[in-house]
């Protein structure tokens, strides 16, 4: 059977590229979740920044343990600071991929009605 190339430009326009487009905008979703380890920095928000953490002292020494506390208390807040500023950064790459990524969507399906609209457009100039 023989088909129009007419149904079958359609058929490949708004069934087969919107599926691939799809899939395509996916995959940039997927990747830019992944750059950034969004979930994995959820998940160690209060981690130690790159596992900095001093012991406790052996024995009975309040100066010890007063500044382990507090130097292990800061790794962990500058580690959930940086942590932040990367899910952040990650938040705002998510966003402008979904925006982008719905703009050509919708633009590759009412491209050929741009296409008319500027062929009418120059017919009723000339």
């Not at 395509?24 to 920095?41: D, R, Y």
């Amino acid at each position: 059977m023989v088909d129009n190339i007419l149904v079958l430009w359609l058929f490949w326009h708004f069934y087969e590229m919107p599926k691939f487009l799809l899939q395509v905008w996916k995959n940039f979703i997927l990747f830019a979740i992944n750059f950034f380890s969004t979930p994995l920095l959820l998940k160690t928000l209060f981690s130690p920044w790159r596992r900095y953490n001093w012991s406790y002292p052996r024995g009975f020494d309040i100066r010890g343990y007063l500044e382990t506390i507090i130097s292990n208390f800061f790794s962990r807040f500058l580690g959930a600071i940086c942590r932040i500023v990367l899910i952040i950064i990650g938040s705002i790459l998510q966003i402008f991929v979904v925006i982008v990524g719905a703009i050509i969507f919708l633009g590759w399906l009412i491209l050929p009605l741009l296409v008319l609209i500027g062929l009418l457009f120059v017919l009723t100039i000339l």
